[in-house]
């Protein structure tokens, strides 16, 4: 009988879900209740800590390393869900609450983390509809597997039912516990790729909540092709062998939809059980993804965080890919971000990319973090696990879990940030050029891509998000720092350029604001592609570039892949060798324009290549194929230098990166970095300051001298 009334009253909470699952199909408000920015007087540095992967028992061990390297945070809990329910509504937390006492004793903060993207072997017996069903799902392996983390149906009924039950559980019991600081919710959630009945229905509602009729939906997708229009709702076809263009990029929406609302739900969930003291985070896989719509989802977060790993190691080590990751996390919010997952010593899932840090490499990483205006690092994590898929993943410390090389190099970092953590936290950055950042246009372009090749390595193809790196590491190679704005953005002004990489899906509304910002006098860098179909990405029926037109004072009827890379005629951006574009040309024919550059080929000779037009105030360059790295950096030099943006942070050495914030007293702060193995010197040209790391007082115009993988931190003299 008490089994019978428990199933009873669960099947009573599923329903009641289920109105909560359809109540999240309306996009998240604009802020979400509760949200708040949360006091921090320092930069925190830590690790993710698993005790409970720990082959012997050794937390005192641990606690009193981490107290002596100078530790001051730690994330936990978020891995383990069958720890803390090993069965069905059975809840333990002394495992945890042993953990969190030592840590507070020691004076290490906690961030907890809500365990839900890994769940428990159970649950996944009891209730397999959990798992994700995969487009196609009839075919072996469509349906995920238990063993693998993140296989779950966001959306379903009975995750959502266990998930809740958990997160209010675990929230009320820390709720009134001082080492606990924060909540991460959930861990790098994503759409696991579930086309579930559940998710299938769901993205029927939200058609019709769009559309209104299936009329409607048949002529913004031209369902007539091939006879496909439909009449009824229950007529719409599943996913999984979608033609139409239209319902591909809608799923990907809707898929963005889906982890916006799951982690609103999250966040309002803590909020209620939690304390008002305690922030609320979440970890982002890194950035720039096709189905995560990070700029909604942070709109739940009282500060978003991000897992960082930078791939490129040892000599190829140059802070970029940090810097793009987290320039896009700053600009979700225009504030500041935690690190919550960073490179410790080496990362795979297997032995093959094993290629431990220099020395110096990893105090420089952190510093690298903050000058983006990280005001937390994290490793993940303290202690390398001895068995499963992340065995190579390593921490801190190393398989034998003694003190080492990494040790010591943390170890000296966080004295120094406990000496100088309160200058650089809450660090302000502005920048005057931006990149317009258009998650259609990733996903329209993957599904209609320009080029197949490899570009850079075997691993990436030229597609809309090797562009957007392109034009972004450019610029870092320059030392123009950037912010991300996005397709909702109301107003550009706030900047001297705006970059605008083949925004291949746009309404009119967003081409006009584009243009509009030009003629009041603003400045834009646009590549090809840009304009060319609408928000549903069908392709316009007038000339392209469409509403562009005017502001590019150029149009084109035609368009070309290059099968090889072809030279600009008289090289006029001085390239040498990289003096090549490749894998697109589009056919531009000049209204007001006037080229800047023309393809150096018997064919493609009567076409300009790259575009500059006055329009209003302001003004376009238009480039209508993929450029060379080299070649973009060098349009992009002329161009800034054309806009006075250009000075002697753009002339250091090869190897040395700066970034430049203001800190909470006011004082512009200047990061130089020494990405290189040799010594490197360079001219100090700001203002008369101190340089925070060694306390020497440095004047203008004075040279500093990097070593190698080492930096300078100058504080100026004078508040801004």
Known sequence: MARRFRNSVTSILYGALGVL???????????????????????????????????????????????AAGITVVRMGESTWSLWEPSDGKFEYAWMDRVVAAMGKAG??????????????????????????????????????????????????AYRFYAGRLIRNLAAHYRNNPAVIGWQIDNETSSYGAANDDVFEGFKRYLQKKFVTPEALSKAWFLNYWGQNIHSWDDLPRPDGAQSTGYKLEWARWSAMRVTNFLHWQAALVRQNASPRQFVTHDFAGALHADVNEKAVAEALDIPAVNVYHWAPQDQYDGADQTLQEDFIRSLNHGNFLVTETNAQTTGWDSSSQYPPYDG????????????????????????IHANQETYWKGVLSHDLQPNRAYGEVSRTAHELAKIGPKLVNLK????????????????????????????????????????????????????????VFPDTADFSAYKLLIVPALYVADDALLHRISDYIKAGGHVLMTFKSGFTNEY???????????????????????????????????????????????????????????????????????????????????????????SDTLQTDVLRTYLAQLGL?????????????????????????????YSGTAVSLVYAHKAGTDLLSARSIGTNEKLTLEPWNLAIVEEGIPQ
């Open 108 to 157: 290490i903060k906690v961030i907890m983390g809500t365990p839900t993207y890994s769940i428990p072997a159970w649950m996944a017996k009891k209730h397999p509809e959990i798992l994700a069903r995969r487009m196609n799902g009839t075919t072996s392996g469509a349906t995920a597997a238990y063993g693998l983390r993140q296989n779950m149906d966001i959306d379903a009924k």
């Open 361 to 384: 490499q990893l105090r420089e990483d952190v510093y690298t973090h903050i000058s983006n205006g990280a005001n937390m690092v994290e490793y993940w994590h303290w202690a390398s």
């Open 537 to 627: 990405t069908a392709v316009r029926w007038v000339m392209a570039p469409g509403p562009l037109r005017e502001a590019i004072g150029a149009h084109y009827q035609e368009f070309s892949n290059l099968p090889q890379p072809l030279a600009l005629k008289d090289d006029p951006y001085h390239a040498g060798s990289e003096n090549k574009v490749r894998y697109w040309a589009e056919f531009l024919q000049l209204d007001t324009a006037k080229a800047l550059a023309w393809y150096d080929h018997p064919f493609f000779g009567r076409w300009p290549a790259i575009t500059e037009n006055n329009f209003g105030s302001g003004d376009v360059i238009y480039e209508g194929t993929y450029l």
């Open 21 to 67: 699952t359809l109540a999240a199909l309306l996009p998240p408000a604009a802020k979400a209740d509760g949200a708040k920015i949360p006091p921090f007087t320092t930069v925190l540095y830590g690790a993710a800590y698993y005790h409970e992967y720990m082959p012997y028992e050794r937390l005192d061990k641990d606690v009193a390393l981490m107290k």
């Open 646 to 674: 250009i000075g002697p942070d753009q002339q250091l050495p090869t190897g040395v990166h700066v970034r430049t914030a203001i800190n909470g007293e006011n004082r512009p702060v200047h990061f130089y970095f020494n």
């Open 429 to 484: 950055i502005h920048n005057d050029v931006a990149i317009l950042w258009s998650r259609d246009s990733l996903n329209a372009i993957s599904d209609m891509p320009f080029a197949k090749g490899a570009q850079w390595n075997n691993a990436t193809k030229a597609d809309y998000a090797s562009l957007v790196r392109q034009l972004h590491h450019s610029l870092y190679e320059l030392n123009v720092g950037v912010d991300f």
